[in-house]
């Protein structure tokens, strides 16, 4: 909870935003983590973005621990919600000051405009369920 309430107060580091085209041309790296933190049932009727890693914004805080030691191979890590104003950012805030407290790790980014601007510029999306069936719609 102590990130969360830091990163609400303005304590991380400034936060970078990426624009959908920026993550099209990166999607598929693998030094390069996508980050939902949409509600299941968000990520369910509306898809997501094919490779994506899922974390719920409301149990966050309780898989920081994991997702820190999970993502530390990553050279960018980019966050989003549906519009990327409260969730991604939120989250995306927490996991920087967590890597900023501990000595630092990859870049964090919030992707501008969330899911729905990814959608709407038309960019890949997915309704699978299935990890393995939705990285290989990056290739």
């Known amino acids: 909870m102590a990130a969360l ?12 935003f990426m624009s959908a085209a920026q993550l099209l041309a ?3 790296s693998p030094d ?3 980050i939902d933190v949409r509600d299941e049932d968000e990520r369910a009727y509306d898809g ?4 994506s890693l899922h974390c719920e914004s409301h149990s966050f ?11 530390s191979r990553h050279k960018t890590v980019v966050f ?3 519009l990327s104003q409260v969730r991604g950012p939120k989250c995306a805030k927490a996991f920087l ?3 900023s407290s501990s000595g630092g790790g990859p870049e964090v980014f919030v992707l501008e405009r969330g899911f729905n ?4 510029y038309g960019h890949p999306q997915c309704s699978c369920k299935e990890l393995k069936r939705c990285i290989a719609l990056l290739e």
């Open 5 to 16: 309430a830091a990163a609400a107060a303005g304590a991380s580091p400034q936060l970078r």
């Open 61 to 71: 805080q309780d898989d920081l621990p994991r997702l820190l030691q999970d993502l």
């Open 48 to 51: 997501h973005i094919a490779g």
């Open 97 to 99: 000051h967590s890597i």
């Open 32 to 34: 390069v983590a996508i």
């Open 117 to 120: 601007g990814w959608a709407q």
């Open 80 to 82: 989003h919600c549906a």
């Open 26 to 28: 990166l999607r598929g």
